[in-house]
Nanobody, 127 residues
Framework: QLPLVESGGGLVQPGGFLRLSCVAS????????IGWFRQAPGQEREGISC??????????GYIDSVKGRFAISRDNTKNTVYLQMNSLKPEDTAVYYC??????????????????WGQGTQVTVSS
């Protein structure tokens, strides 16, 4: 069983919305920082959002390009972290990954500190 599994990607028109889910197996997501990353073809992977461990205040962080449009949240009853994506733009098209860090609890979008990664889910924004 994979430790992290993303879902919720798909094809959406500009201005539309999607909600991505990241289900963790074998980990209580309350105890770890969870990040969302994306990688578009020909581009480097970028960290777009994160939510810190509960003990660190569940602090959230966002890259500037998604602030005010995306929202990360945690449902500890389902061991799931969500990424609500609104007002989607064509430049949001990418494979989206969630990741978990065993070493850090505070908010960070630095991919090198993350230990487990999901398989990714494709998001395509196009008319």
């Amino acid at each position: 069983q994979l430790p992290l599994v993303e879902s919720g990607g798909g094809l959406v028109q500009p201005g539309g919305f999607l909600r991505l889910s990241c289900v963790a197996s074998g980990f209580n997501t309350d105890h770890y920082v969870i990040g969302w990353f994306r990688q578009a073809p020909g581009q480097e992977r970028e960290g777009i959002s994160c939510i810190s461990a509960v003990r660190d205040g569940s602090t959230t962080g966002y890259i500037d390009s998604v602030k005010g449009r995306f929202a990360i949240s945690r449902d500890n009853t389902k061991n799931t972290v969500y990424l609500q994506m609104n007002s989607l733009k064509p430049e949001d098209t990418a494979v989206y990954y969630c990741a978990l860090s065993l070493r850090y609890g505070g908010p960070t979008r630095n991919s090198v500190v993350y230990d487990y990664w999901g398989q990714g889910t494709q998001v395509t924004v196009s008319s």
